[in-house]
């Protein structure tokens, strides 16, 4: 079975990527290919593993959803008391890939997570549909439970509390904003001599660009 697997391989000839091409804001840069991803109808562009650590440096890997994108970083929700929110809580400085494969391409992007304002968790929190608002209240994520059927009995103790069809925003529940310290753009090419572009700021707090080895 291991013969079979080292067999695997395809070569990557899509697209390159060089730094005269590219925009000199990651921000920009990033928000193109995203919308060359939706555009090729990708299954959930919007999809990132984000990597936290523990208090014993024991790295951990999810995959969480994009929720919004602007000039200052990226947004994702979850439970606070979560075991990602716990380990954001001790150490801010997290990881993020998008990795789009079927367009050959990864985003990785290095940055600091916070808290967003909880106006602008109620904002989003409102536009979910109605069992997405009643499963953030059910779940006490990354908590052990005995079997399924106690999440099945919570929700429909929500269900009956929140008959009304309002469903209020748990004060455990919100959005972090990841604000990137870097970028790095990778493009799948032939021979496995990809592109990597890496941007970073320098001391002026400026964004530079650099080209990676594969």
């Not at 013969?3 to 060089?18: F, P, Q």
């Not at 059910?138 to 929700?155: P, Y």
Request: hydrophobic share 35%; aromatic share 12%.
């Amino acid at each position: 079975m291991t013969d079979r697997i080292a067999d695997l391989r395809k070569d990557y000839t899509k697209a390159s990527l060089d730094i005269d091409s590219t925009d000199a804001n990651p921000f920009k840069q990033f928000e193109k290919w995203f919308i060359e991803a939706q555009k090729g109808e990708l299954l959930e562009p919007n999809a990132m593993v984000l990597s936290t650590v523990d208090e014993s440096n024991q790295p951990f890997q999810r995959t969480v959803l994009m929720k919004a994108l602007d000039s200052d970083g990226i947004v994702f929700y979850t439970n606070y008391k979560s075991r990602k929110a716990l380990q954001i809580q001790e150490n801010a400085r997290v990881s993020i890939l998008f990795p789009w494969y079927a367009m050959e391409r990864q985003v990785c992007i290095q940055g600091v997570a916070e808290k967003v304002s909880t106006a602008t968790s109620l904002k989003y929190f409102t536009t979910r549909p109605h069992g997405s608002q009643l499963g953030a209240w059910v779940s006490q994520q990354s908590s052990v439970i005995s079997s399924r059927s106690i999440l099945e009995i919570k929700l429909a103790e929500m269900k009956q509390k929140f008959q009304d069809g309002k469903v209020p925003l748990p004060d455990f529940w919100g959005g972090y904003k990841i604000k990137p310290t870097s970028f790095e753009f990778w493009q799948g090419r032939q021979s496995r001599l990809h592109d990597r572009l890496i941007y970073e700021k320098d001391t002026a707090d400026n964004w530079k660009i650099a080209r990676l080895a594969p």
